[in-house]
């Protein structure tokens, strides 16, 4: 029993971290530029001028993040989608709160000392998986990118125009793919960030039970 909690914490841990770095790269205008830049985002390809880039980035992190509610500049059908993208964004945040609840929960159930290893285990595979789809999405990205939308909005609203919309303009489908590597980069950075905690947590509990055990 024990070891399935074990198991099951290192998995909702897992899911957790990577969550966090979905959410510190989806909603950073930084990144955002950079994305931009790495795809050939240029005032002559996006008739959009750098300044305006600039803001529209800024406005559109502020918007999913919840600290503005409107982005200036978007046509109704954008500023509608946009929505939508929020919503889900505020969805996922709530799915964040109970994954972080249940890695809890099974973590107090679990062999402590073996939760390290189950993580690197559990986040070994889930990277592998994640790498996996990520070289065969990166050979079929707008199919994939497609079946995503299709998938997870009820609605069109994503079809934009780029003839009207700025936000497709600065925003296309290769600047999607460089912010999924971002998203990789960062879950597989902070995987190790958290190995190093669960290891050291690992030496702090092996070290207290050492001193209980010449106490006793």
């Known amino acids: 029993m024990k070891t399935l909690c074990t198991y099951l914490a290192a998995f909702f841990l897992t899911l957790w971290v990577f969550l966090t770095a979905l959410f510190s790269v989806g909603l950073n205008d930084e990144i955002y530029n950079l994305a931009?830049?790495?795809?050939?985002?240029?005032?002559?390809?996006?008739?959009?001028?750098?300044?305006?880039?600039?803001?529209?980035?800024?406005?559109?992190?502020?918007?999913?993040?919840?600290?503005?509610d409107s982005i200036d500049g978007l046509s109704e059908r954008a500023q509608a989608h946009m929505q939508d993208v929020r919503a889900l964004l505020?969805?996922?945040?709530?799915?964040?709160?109970?994954?972080?609840?249940?890695?809890?929960?099974?973590?107090?159930?679990?062999e402590k000392t073996r939760l390290p290893r189950a993580f690197v285990?559990?986040?070994g595979g889930v990277i592998a998986v994640c790498a996996a789809v990520g070289i065969f999405a990166a050979t079929r990205f707008r199919s994939m990118f497609e079946a995503f939308?299709?998938?997870?909005?009820?609605?069109?609203?994503?079809?934009?125009?780029?003839?009207?919309?700025?936000?497709?303009?600065?925003?296309?489908?290769?600047?999607f793919m460089n912010m999924a590597l971002g998203v990789g980069i960062s879950s597989v950075l902070r995987c190790l960030l958290a190995c190093a905690i669960l290891y050291?947590?690992?030496?702090v509990l092996k070290g207290r039970r050492t001193e209980d055990e010449l106490r006793g």
């Not at 050939?40 to 502020?62: C, F, H, I, P, W």
């Not at 299709?150 to 600047?175: S, Y």
């Open 36 to 68: 931009q830049m790495r795809s050939g985002v240029t005032e002559e390809s996006s008739s959009v001028t750098t300044e305006e880039r600039l803001a529209l980035n800024q406005d559109v992190a502020k918007y999913l993040s919840g600290r503005s």
């Open 121 to 123: 285990r559990t986040a």
């Open 90 to 110: 505020n969805g996922v945040r709530v799915g964040m709160y109970v994954l972080m609840g249940l890695t809890l929960v099974f973590a107090v159930l679990s």
């Open 200 to 203: 050291m947590i690992r030496l």
């Open 149 to 175: 939308h299709r998938l997870f909005f009820g609605n069109d609203l994503w079809l934009l125009n780029p003839a009207e919309d700025a936000l497709i303009r600065v925003m296309p489908e290769k600047f």
